[in-house]
Every structure is written in structure tokens, then in C-alpha cells.
């Protein structure tokens, strides 16, 4: 049994648009549309941190982050629900880079001194975390919490027997839990 | 937590998260119950879980969020199309830069072969002396006393010569002399006298401020049965 991607077309877009494929590379262009409004509605939730301006130049980071990385997609998620992780961490580093402003230092402190709902920030080291996961227990992580996928579907998609799935998903979420422990006893200090 | 837990602890906690075991139920409750670190380290995974679900919650509603709505900003067209055409001209210059680059090694490469099957024996800093080397004129073969060494090499002024003098039978090493800046030498009586009954002795000549041996000649000599 072989591992099947989730998103076929959207696999096979991303590798013709890779492969210089002209028509590929519009309909690519279009699809990617939803990273400005991605990252718009990231600064939204953060409180505004970042100015028009600020946030035009985002947009090229993303894109720029998310050409670099093109040749690694799977077809697991669709394609917008794997750019999205791009742009929250690419926002996080961005403020984090301007972090020495003032104005941008106060609004972060003021945040955390009075927490509201969760915002995209508060799961930055999630997705940090889930990219230092190996491939196979990543995945699986991935599909079972952000697919919402039952490990029967799992199994059925990745071509694996419903065991191997349950076992790779305690591993990862325990070597997630690891990789997340010593962050979170710093952020505690 | 991998560390502190037993084998067994793990398989525990795979069929909790895994939904095989009820935490609810007998077995699962007395499982936990009864060891507090396995309980520990099934609630550590819980919450992680729960954060999971919420990062996974935040990232479909900002997802359904942007589905719907204009789409604002720069033109994700005409940066692509920077990018493609920046990834494009950085290809082309790495791949002449390879080109490049695998030219001069060929050329480097085609010298050095040429180089060394013309001349395989010249050492590393070899001058080009047409051929000639260091011929030792005395003492040579059987010799009533060893007397003078002398040699010639026809190297222009500023080298200088080293003087190797070995046991012929021992192979040992029985005396050296540095940066001579004549072509001969003249030991003194009392070394003359200590000299094995046959030698090996060498001269390298050396190229000014380096350690390098430019040339070298060898001869045997040996003394007369009475």
C-alpha cells in the first residue's frame, strides 16, 4: 500500500507551477492570493502590530518563504491550510526582527499583561515544534488534529496499518511534548 | 518523559491517546490512579492535544475568514513573478559559475597530468636546470682516505648544500653538515678517522630561504684494506 496525497490537484498544481509550467504558474498566482488576506488577518488578531507598509513587505517574505519550501509539499493538507503556518511564523518573526521599536514593545507588553482569547502568537511554538517533527510522525500529527482525520481515514490515506498510524501519533505527540518543554519552562522563568 | 517511563508505561499511554483505553473507565482509572507519573504524563499529553485542537480551531477560521473576503494588498502576481524570474537568473549564474569553474579544474588538471608524467621525479619546487643534477666526484669507490668531499652542480651562487654521510651497512646516519656554500667539504682529522669503513654520502642542494632539496647525488665510497 502506498501513501496517497490528500490533495492531488492541489499537489499536482504546486508541482507544475514548480516545474515552470506557464498556465500552472497563473492559476499558482491566484491561488496564493489568500496570503495577503492570510496575514492581514494575523496582524488583525494580533492587534495591528504591523502598518500597511510593514505588512506589503510580509507579503513578500511569505511568498518568498513559501516558493522556497514549494518542493516539500505533499498534497496532506490543501494548499491554504499549508501556507498558513508560513505566515504566522513568517509574521512572528517579522515582529519579533522589530521587536526594538518602542511602540511595537509596549503593545506586545500590554498584551501579555492583559490576555485576551488565543491569539496566532500564543501557538507560535506549535508549529515550530511541528516542524522539527520527523516527517512520518509529523504527518500524522498534522492530519489527526488540523485534517481532523479518525486513524481508520489516516491509515486509509497514508497506506499504513491503523496500528502503525496509532503508534507514530504517540510518538509524535510525544516527542512534540518534549520538543516544547524546555520553551514553555523558559517562558514560565 | 521518555526517560522516567517504563516500556509498559508507554503502551499505556499510546492506547489512552490513541482511544483503545477509556480513561473513564475500570481499567483505565486504575491505571492511572495508581501511578502518579503515568497520570502526569497522560494529562501532559492531553493538554498538548487540547493546544493542537486550538492552534488547528485558529487556523480554520482565520482560513474561512480570508475564503470570503477581496483580497487586499500587493499584487502576489507580480512578486511571484520576481521571484521566479530572481530564481532564474540566480540558476543561470550558479550554473556558469559550475561551468566555469569545472573549466579551470580540467585546465588545472590537464597541466598537472601533462606536468608530472614529463617530469615524475622532480620533488615539489623543482627548478628547471636542463636535467642536470649534483655529480660527486670524490671520494668515490675504494679510497685510501676519504679526504675531501667534493661535487659539482653547476647551480648559480646563493644555493646551498647539505651533506648526508651514512654507515653503507647500517643504513644509519653518522654525520651531517648544513648550508655549505662550496661544493666541497673537508672533515676534520678526527671524524675522518671515525668514519665507517664504507659510506653512502649524499648532497642536496637547497634553493635560498627554503628547505626544499632542488637536486641531489648520491655516492658510495669505501676505505682500502690497508
Known amino acids: 500500500m502506498g501513501e496517497r496525497p490528500l490533495h492531488l490537484d492541489d499537489l499536482t498544481l504546486s508541482r507544475s507551477a514548480r516545474r515552470g509550467d506557464r498556465a500552472a504558474r497563473d492559476a499558482f498566482a491566484l491561488r496564493l492570493q489568500c496570503v495577503p488576506a492570510m496575514l492581514a488577518a494575523i496582524n488583525s488578531r494580533l492587534g495591528y502590530p504591523l502598518r500597511p507598509d510593514e505588512l506589503d513587505d510580509l507579503v513578500q517574505d511569505a511568498l518568498a518563504a513559501i516558493w522556497s519550501k514549494i518542493g516539500t509539499y505533499e498534497g ?13 511564523l513568517e509574521t512572528m518573526s517579522t515582529l519579533r526582527r522589530r521587536k526594538r521599536r518602542p511602540d511595537l514593545v509596549e503593545n506586545l507588553d500590554e498584551r501579555r499583561a492583559n490576555p485576551g482569547p488565543a491569539s496566532p502568537e500564543d501557538f507560535e511554538d506549535v508549529y515550530r515544534g511541528l516542524e522539527r517533527l520527523s516527517a512520518p510522525q509529523g504527518d500524522v500529527v498534522r492530519l489527526r ?12 490515506c497514508l ?12 510518538r509524535g505527540l510525544a516527542q512534540l511534548r518534549s520538543i516544547l518543554a524546555p520553551r514553555q519552562r523558559e517562558d514560565m522563568s | ?5 517504563s516500556r509498559g508505561a508507554h503502551e499505556i499511554l499510546q492506547r489512552l ?11 483505565g482509572r486504575a491505571l492511572l490512579e495508581g501511578d502518579a507519573k503515568l497520570r502526569a504524563a497522560y494529562e501532559s499529553l492531553l493538554a498538548l492535544a487540547a493546544r493542537l485542537d486550538a492552534a488547528a480551531a485558529q487556523e480554520r477560521e482565520v482560513l474561512s475568514s480570508v475564503e470570503h473576503q477581496p483580497q487586499p494588498g500587493p499584487p502576489v502576481r507580480r512578486i511571484l513573478e520576481n521571484i521566479w524570474s530572481r530564481q532564474q537568473r540566480e540558476r543561470r549564474v550558479f550554473r556558469l559559475t559550475l561551468a566555469a569553474a569545472a573549466a579551470v579544474l580540467l ?24 636535467g642536470q643534477s649534483i655529480t660527486c666526484l670524490a671520494p668515490l669507490g675504494e679510497v685510501r682516505s676519504y ?37 666541497e667539504w673537508m672533515p676534520a682529522e678526527a671524524l675522518e678517522a671515525s668514519l665507517p669503513r664504507e659510506i653512502l654520502w649524499t648532497v642536496q642542494a637547497r634553493m635560498p630561504g627554503s628547505e626544499d632539496a632542488v637536486l641531489s647525488g648520491t655516492a658510495r665510497a669505501r676505505l682500502k684494506d690497508n
Open chain 1, 76 to 88: 496532506r493538507a490543501s494548499l491554504e491550510s499549508w501556507i498558513y503556518p508560513f505566515c504566522l
Open chain 2, 17 to 27: 491517546v490513541a482511544g483503545d483505553l477509556d480513561p473513564e473507565g475500570p481499567e
Open chain 2, 1 to 5: 518523559m521518555s526517560e522516567e517511563l
Open chain 2, 107 to 130: 585546465v588545472l588538471t590537464t597541466l598537472a597530468l601533462l606536468h608530472g608524467l614529463a617530469k615524475p621525479e622532480r620533488p615539489p619546487g623543482a627548478i628547471e636546470l636542463g
Open chain 1, 145 to 156: 488534529h488540523f485534517a481532523q482525520l479518525t486513524f481508520d481515514e489516516m491509515a486509509h
Open chain 2, 147 to 183: 679526504g675531501t668531499f667534493r661535487w659539482r652542480s653547476g647551480l648559480p651562487p646563493g644555493y646551498t648544500y647539505r651533506l648526508i654521510i651514512t654507515d653503507a651497512s647500517s643504513g644509519r646516519e653518522v654525520h651531517r653538515v648544513e648550508a655549505l656554500s662550496e661544493p
Open chain 1, 159 to 170: 497506506g499504513l496499518s491503523i496500528n502503525t498510524v496509532k503508534t507514530r501519533y504517540y
